[in-house]
């Protein structure tokens, strides 16, 4: 897949030698910019390799299909990355990642390379608001990583790129439903067992479990019970501004995404947020699931800021 996707995208990206699992952008690191490195399991393309390019991620390191990259392609592709300004890995709050992940931080800072973390948790279904440190990150990590990206673009230094991601990711809210599973390459067979015809909402992108379990229903109702859970946590008051993200799974196609958004921008109009952004399409996949997702996120001047500046990556542009 990566031999691939380099020799699909090579003015975007390159691989560093002996570093098979670590991606870089060929026009982001620079000297004096913090590196902003993501990662994760394969399977959820374009996340996260498709977001690394110009004024987004720095670089990322891929592990196997669902499974968290081992520490080292993640030191490879911090020190591909290093501008000499610190390290900031961004990833998905999942056990393996954060294993992984913190090794790597503790083997650049041998290498005396200052390296920080912020962990997505965007996902309102994965925990009570309460204990949403233990929450995953799904979807919203597009929104997220865009405005990391983006403050690290602007040459700030490592403290404030980490504030600003953690500052989008506690402003990023995100539901999704599943309406059949995936099956591993390794294995072929579904990893969860979802009868034709019943949906459930909450599914995690790797098949964890949802909150609710029953007979699929029209577009509108499943977007109803997604945007009445994101509304009541999200709170924001009539004339917030927010940007969308209505993703597939896998295999919905485009068709039943615009389904869905159309009545989400009824429910964000008949709630008085105002949209200032539109995503649509495959973000943020779990192989060929069925299904989709809906992220907002509350913007502010500085996120609005952060989501509109400049970026070009191999599966992603702005501006």
């Not at 509108?220 to 004339?239: R, S, T």
């Not at 940007?243 to 068709?255: E, K």
């Not at 958004?261 to 699931?289: F, W």
Request: net charge negative; glycine share 10%.
């Amino acid at each position: 897949m990566l031999t691939g996707i380099i020799a699909a995208h090579p003015d975007h990206l390159w691989r560093p030698e002996n570093a098979p699992r670590a991606v870089v952008a060929k026009r982001g690191p620079r000297p004096g910019k913090v590196a902003l490195v993501v990662g994760g399991g394969s399977g959820h393309e374009p996340t996260f390799l498709g977001f690394v390019g110009k004024g987004l991620a720095d670089a990322a390191a891929i592990g196997n299909v669902f499974a968290s990259p081992p520490p080292q392609p993640a030191v490879d592709a911090a020190l591909a990355a290093n501008g000499g300004a610190g390290v900031l890995f961004l990833y998905g709050n999942y056990a393996g990642d954060v294993m992984n992940f913190d090794m790597a931080s503790e083997l650049l800072e041998m290498e005396g390379v200052e390296a920080k973390t912020v962990l997505s948790t965007d996902d309102i279904a994965s925990a009570p608001r309460d204990q949403r440190e233990k929450r995953r990150g799904v979807a919203g990590n597009v929104f997220i990583f865009k405005a990391a990206g983006a403050a690290a673009d602007m040459m700030m230094p490592l403290d404030e790129v980490e504030r600003i991601a953690r500052h989008a990711n506690d402003r990023t809210f995100t539901m999704g439903v599943a309406l059949s599973s995936c099956s591993l390459p390794q294995t072929r067979r579904p990893s969860f067992d979802l009868p034709a015809g019943e949906m459930e909402i909450g599914m995690g992108i790797h098949g964890e479990p949802g909150v609710r379990r029953g007979p699929l229903r029209p577009a509108d109702e499943v977007a109803d019970e997604l945007m009445d859970a994101i509304l009541a946590e999200m709170a924001a008051p009539a004339g917030s501004r927010v940007a969308v993200l209505v993703n597939s799974l896998g295999s919905t196609p485009l068709m039943e995404l615009y389904i869905l958004n159309a009545r989400i921008a009824q429910r964000l109009a008949d709630a008085g947020l105002v949209v200032h952004k539109t995503l649509v399409g495959p973000y943020c996949t779990s192989l060929e699931m069925a299904g989709a997702s809906i992220t907002v996120m509350h913007l502010d001047d500085e996120l609005q800021r952060m989501l509109d500046h400049p970026c070009d990556c191999a599966m992603f542009r702005q501006g």
